[in-house]
């Protein structure tokens, strides 16, 4: 039990990488609110499985692209849980085209969505943070902000800004006792990759040979959120078979 | 609700804040400004908030941390938060 007692928010809770890691959380004993932009159902259903296992959650529908609603779910959190100690930015959206298709539209809703987003948790839950004097935040980037990625100059742009909010606020509050990572995967095996062209060309460029499982992602997130990575801050730890190597 | 005097109530966060910025109780004044004459940064304003709301058990939404300038609207600010 690497969290027990703790309490989580994780964001995109119900779908890919975000719902491995909300498991993941649970069955290393955190409390967890998670949030969901669209399917009540889903979260209805997630939330039945986790009571299976006899874990601790709540999940709330909040668009984390409004400041507002982002800050609702943390109040939310703190009023059933009493604290947070862990923020897990996750929620994130693609919407892959060329550049010169790409319209102004597309671009910021995918920046809105995959950084703003991002901004908008960090700051509604840094004071209670600073005022505990300990918190962990670790927020889901990509491999494409890493070394960049064709088709995608919007979500490579959010995750590379991503990992500046990163490194800026691990310097920030690191006299508050938290500590802020990214984690940058690269080809996981979810929903927003069953899509991609030409599998067999990018299983080529990995090392490993095969897309990564969400699960493999939320193990590396427990193990930033627990005290295990206590004296580790800052970083970008890609989590990507070898891809970026 | 505890009951708290004025004059009390001024001098305990006069304490507070001095301790917090590292000054001399004296040099806060009802108007000095906790920035520009006091050295104060935004880390020490929060701290300010945070043991303001220990001592009094109370509770201060953070969006009041921008109002937390000089020492009379500290004053007002837990007056405030102490009515209610």
């Given amino acids: ?245 | 609700m505890p009951n708290i005097d004025t004059n009390n109530l001024e001098q305990s966060l006069k304490q507070i804040i001095a301790n917090i910025l590292e000054v001399e109780p004296d040099k806060i004044t009802p108007q000095a400004n906790f920035v520009e004459d006091l050295g104060m940064d935004s880390m020490m304003a929060l701290e300010i908030l945070a043991s303001i709301e220990k001592k009094y058990k109370l509770r201060i939404p953070e969006e009041n941390l921008t109002k937390i300038t000089n020492l009379s609207k500290v004053i007002e600010l837990a007056n405030k938060f102490l009515s209610k």
């Fill in chain 1, 1 to 245: 039990m690497l969290l027990k007692d703790k309490v989580a928010i994780v964001t995109g809770g119900t779908r890919g990488i975000g719902r491995a890691i909300v498991f993941d959380l649970i069955q290393n004993g955190a409390k967890v609110l998670f949030t969901y932009l669209k399917s009540d159902e889903s979260a209805g259903i997630m939330l039945d499985e986790i009571k299976e296992l006899k874990g601790k959650a709540e999940a709330i529908k909040a668009d984390v692209r409004l400041y507002d609603e982002a800050r609702k779910a943390v109040e939310e959190a703190i009023n059933k849980f009493g604290k947070i100690d862990i923020l897990v930015n996750n929620a994130g959206i693609i919407k892959d085209k060329a550049l010169m298709m790409m319209e102004p539209s597309e671009w910021l809703d995918v920046i809105n969505t995959n950084l703003t987003g991002y901004f908008n948790m960090a700051k509604a839950c840094i004071v209670t943070m600073m005022k505990q004097k300990s918190g962990v935040i670790v927020n889901i980037s990509s491999i494409a902000g890493v070394v960049g990625m064709p088709r995608q100059v919007n979500y490579s742009s959010a995750k590379a800004g991503g990992i500046g909010l990163t490194k800026s606020l691990a310097k920030e509050v690191a006299p508050y006792n938290i500590r802020v990572n990214a984690i940058a995967p690269g080809f996981i095996d979810t929903d927003m990759t069953k899509d991609l062209k030409q599998k067999d060309e990018l299983m080529k460029m990995i090392p490993f040979s095969r897309f990564g499982k969400p699960e493999e992602v939320a193990k590396v997130v427990t193990f930033l959120a627990s005290d295990k990575s206590s004296y580790i801050t800052g970083q970008v730890l890609k989590v990507d078979g070898g891809l970026a190597i």
